[in-house]
């Protein structure tokens, strides 16, 4: 991979980090098993300790105190709840010190060494539309329903990107896929529509969620939750991060859980 020119603080977390409204799907979980027999994914995080100055959800059925996600600021290290648009019950994600929230459905933590705001990043936003063609993405966004295999099909088949073959992973209680996804090829950003790579969004005809250079990259959980498709996403802005940063965001990104109440 190759490295990305820094963004200024400020310009990054708003090119990058649309408001992302609450989570249509994004999640997925901790504990993540494959169902394959020769790979498994991490085992779950142990909860952390809470956060003391945030009010519990009251639909909670969980006997611990498990509090909402901050709309936007510094939050604590804790678990919390994320609600999930179209499901009723909120997945929950465990963070521990030094992160951020934004909007109530995107988390980031900066690297120290790195100039860029949000060296790391979960996105938990809604992926409704897929665009055909990343860089001329204007007038490509297509709708690709609510099945998790139909958003898999279309990232897979989006020009100007390239993913990994879906793996099967469990997600909580329910069967889900992860793969990666990355700009293929040197691709000019400058070249593409507003200068980025639209990958999807919330919206037919203007993009919520892309890449503001070629090195930017993502892991994907696609769940299917009782029928309807959760996505969540771990990125990076390229391969100079710490890697203990990066380890620590995979970590919360397996923390994610999803279960069922009968």
């Given at each position: 991979?190759?490295?990305?020119?820094?963004?200024?603080?400020?310009?990054?977390?708003?090119?990058?980090?649309?408001?992302?409204?609450?989570?249509?799907?994004?999640?997925?979980?901790?504990g993540?098993?494959?169902?394959?027999?020769?790979?498994?994914?991490?085992?779950?995080?142990?909860?952390?300790?809470?956060?003391?100055?945030?009010?519990?959800?009251?639909?909670s059925?969980?006997?611990r105190?498990?509090?909402?996600?901050?709309e936007?600021?510094?939050?604590?290290?804790?678990?919390?709840?994320?609600?999930?648009?179209?499901?009723?019950?909120?997945?929950?994600i465990?963070?521990?010190?030094?992160w951020?929230?934004?909007?109530?459905?995107?988390?980031?933590?900066?690297?120290?060494d790195?100039?860029?705001?949000?060296?790391?990043?979960l996105?938990?936003?809604?992926?409704?539309?897929?665009?055909?063609?990343?860089?001329?993405?204007?007038?490509?966004?297509?709708?690709?329903?609510?099945?998790?295999?139909a958003?898999?099909?279309?990232?897979?088949?989006?020009?100007?990107?390239?993913?990994?073959?879906?793996?099967?992973?469990?997600?909580?209680?329910?069967?889900?896929?992860?793969?990666?996804?990355?700009?293929?090829?040197?691709?000019?950003?400058?070249a593409?529509?507003?200068?980025?790579?639209?990958?999807?969004?919330?919206?037919m005809?203007?993009?919520?969620?892309?890449?503001?250079?070629?090195?930017?990259?993502?892991?994907?959980?696609?769940?299917?939750?009782?029928?309807?498709?959760?996505?969540?996403?771990?990125?990076?802005?390229?391969e100079?991060?710490?890697?203990?940063?990066?380890?620590?965001?995979?970590?919360?990104?397996?923390?994610?859980?999803?279960?069922?109440?009968k």
């Open positions: 991979m190759t490295f990305v020119t820094p963004l200024a603080k400020p310009t990054q977390r708003l090119r990058r980090l649309l408001p992302l409204v609450t989570i249509a799907l994004i999640g997925c979980l901790g993540c098993e494959y169902e394959s027999d020769d790979a498994s994914l991490p085992s779950p995080s142990s909860p952390a300790s809470e956060a003391p100055t945030v009010s519990p959800l009251p639909e059925r969980d006997s105190k498990v509090y909402p996600l901050p936007s600021g510094d939050i604590d290290a804790g678990t919390y709840l994320v609600p999930v648009a179209g499901y009723k019950e909120p997945f929950e465990t963070v521990p010190g030094g951020s929230a934004l909007d109530g459905n995107s988390l980031g933590k900066d690297d120290p790195h100039p860029a705001e949000w060296a790391v990043s996105t938990l936003g809604p992926a409704f539309y897929v665009s055909q063609d990343a860089c001329n993405w204007r007038g490509a966004l297509a709708d690709v329903g609510p099945a998790a295999e958003f898999i099909r279309a990232m897979a088949a989006q020009s100007s990107t390239a993913s990994t073959p879906a793996v099967k992973v469990r997600v909580g209680d329910y069967p889900g896929f992860e793969f990666d996804h990355s700009v293929e090829g040197d691709v000019d950003t400058t593409c529509n507003t200068g980025k790579f639209c990958i999807h969004s919330e919206m005809y203007h993009c919520t969620h892309w890449y503001s250079t070629q090195n930017e990259r993502e892991t994907y959980r696609v769940v299917d939750v009782a029928g309807r498709r959760a996505v969540v996403a771990m990125g990076y802005i390229d100079s991060i710490n890697p203990e940063l990066m380890r620590e965001a995979r970590t919360v990104f397996d923390s994610i859980v999803f279960k069922s109440f």
